[in-house]
């Protein structure tokens, strides 16, 4: 699209805005500015971020989408031309960007101590301008944090303000260091340490409970030598077992215990507890990766439906001797994207809202899902199902309480679809109780976003940096 935009007061189609929702929308979307040298390109993994926020306040929506001026982008721009190859494979850029950050900060949004962060695992935080999408620079939490690079997964522990994140591949490309920290709530860093992991893999997400901080480390494997090879960055290694890394929340690496278990791909995180002894994590799994143009590592075919994820609950239990963990699947649909209440961070909780999925990725309507369902992960209320619509795909859910003091999954479930023959977009505003029935209101745009990953509703409170406890406003 490579379009830039700034739009007032966008049409309300269908239903009214609830005028209490005083914040914003925040979705990257990767978009390429300058048209790849290489073969294997990989859509939305390693296209240019391009950061976009639907702002709510009385009842009004404003929209602004802006590219994040990554030190990529910015080199790029002088060039006037792409200067970075494949993806993650610093061995296929051109040699006059060696050593410069390769993030295209085009995973998620992340509002935290007052501060807006653009995200891409492989690379620093950018600072953000929260109200103006202008890009301030490369942030390293005051010169704490050296990891090369920070999960575009990190999460805010509603009872503390604490933000707790880490990066893999922390050392550099391929490395098996990852960086552990915790900021307080006000974005300084209270905890950091450092450990390894069994291989070197893709660490997606990450399970965070009141008392323990879970790692998936599942065998899609990253190494430095199929970099130098120009190989695909990943692969699929099913002879590789799954790990999964507790540690207790500001512990030190060393006390790490890996927990060992059958393989299969992470895919990511909804809700995580514990009770002191066990802990519960509930995260996509699916047989193999999700993402179909990785290979497996052997060169073997496989059946695409392995690459369909299910959501399961991990059982770990911390006062056991053993090295194993148990797991239950949750729901019968494949899925993704999975969400919960942002207030239910690291608590016990029942409320979920994701994407379904019906044919494997790259099968699906310019590249979206087209189903979007809540669920109640303890069984108590019936799962509900939306439908996008005929050659329609629709975005990750984001659920937005109603008000400060709402009952868990009590408010709004907001969601991008796509018209694709009509090539417009419409982000759709649901009642979280009931998201099969009418809109609570439709807002459009006159043309079509692409298709994307994640999207995080912030308050205006928590983008002034008052709290960082997701809310209304
Ligand atoms: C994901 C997305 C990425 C990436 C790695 O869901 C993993 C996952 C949009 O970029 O680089
Ligand atoms: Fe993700």
């Keep these: 699209m490579r379009a830039e935009i700034d739009l007032r007061a966008l049409e309300v189609i269908q239903g009214e805005v609830p005028r209490q929702l005083d914040g914003g929308f925040f979705r990257l979307i990767g978009d390429r500015k300058w048209p790849a040298f290489v073969e294997n390109d990989i859509f939305m993994l390693g296209e240019d971020g391009m950061a976009s926020c639907f702002y709510f306040k009385d009842g009004m929506v404003d929209f602004k989408m802006k590219y994040v001026r990554t030190p990529r982008f910015v080199a790029e721009e002088k060039a006037g031309r792409a200067l970075f190859g494949e993806y993650r494979n610093p061995f296929t850029d051109d040699p006059s960007v060696e050593g410069l950050s390769r993030g295209t900060a ?18 620093p935080a950018i600072e953000m301008n929260p109200f103006t999408l202008e890009t301030i620079g490369e942030y390293d939490w005051n010169e704490v944090v050296t990891s090369k690079a920070i999960t575009a997964h990190p999460k805010i522990d509603p009872k503390t303000g604490e933000l707790v994140f880490f990066g893999y591949c922390a050392a550099g490309p391929a490395t098996t260091d990852i960086a552990y920290y915790e900021a307080d709530a006000t974005g300084k860093i209270i905890h950091e340490t450092w450990f390894h992991a069994p291989y070197t893999c893709m660490v997606h997400d990450v399970m965070v409970t009141e008392n323990f901080v879970v790692f998936p480390v599942t065998p899609l494997r990253h190494e430095l030598e199929w970099l130098k090879r120009h190989e695909p960055a990943f692969k699929w290694d099913p002879t590789e077992q799954v790990y999964l890394g507790v540690l207790p929340r500001k512990g030190k690496g060393e006390q790490i215990r890996w927990f060992k278990g059958p393989t299969q791909c992470h895919g ?33 075919d496989f059946d695409p439906a392995d690459t369909m994820p299910y959501l399961k609950r991990v059982i770990i239990d911390m006062e056991s001797n053993g090295d194993g963990f148990t797991e239950q699947q949750l729901f019968d649909y494949p899925c993704e994207l999975p969400r919960i209440d942002p207030r239910f961070e690291t608590m016990p909780y029942s409320f979920v809202t994701m994407n379904l999925l019906d044919v494997p990725e790259q099968e699906r309507i310019g590249h979206g899902f087209q189903w979007v369902a809540t669920m109640d992960v303890n069984g108590k209320k019936p799962a509900q199902i939306r439908y996008a619509g005929h050659n329609c795909s629709i975005g990750e859910p984001q659920f937005v309480p109603k008000n400060d003091t709402a009952a868990e999954g009590e408010g709004y479930v907001m969601t991008v679809v796509g018209r694709h023959e009509e090539k417009r977009s419409e982000l759709l ?29 912030y308050g205006s409170r928590q983008l002034r940096g008052e709290t960082n406890v997701i809310g209304a406003w």
């Design 106 to 123: 085009n995973v998620t949004m992340l509002a935290h101590g007052g501060k807006l962060f653009a995200l891409k695992e492989d690379s």
């Design 268 to 300: 990511h995180t909804a809700g995580a507890f514990d009770d002191g002894r066990y802990i519960y994590a509930d995260n996509t799994f699916s047989k193999r990766s999700f993402f179909r143009f990785f290979p497996n590592a052997d060169g073997s």
């Design 429 to 457: 505003i649901l009642d979280a109780q009931n998201i099969n029935g009418e809109p609570v209101a439709t807002v459009a745009l006159p043309f079509r976003l692409r298709s994307t990953g994640h999207g995080y509703w």
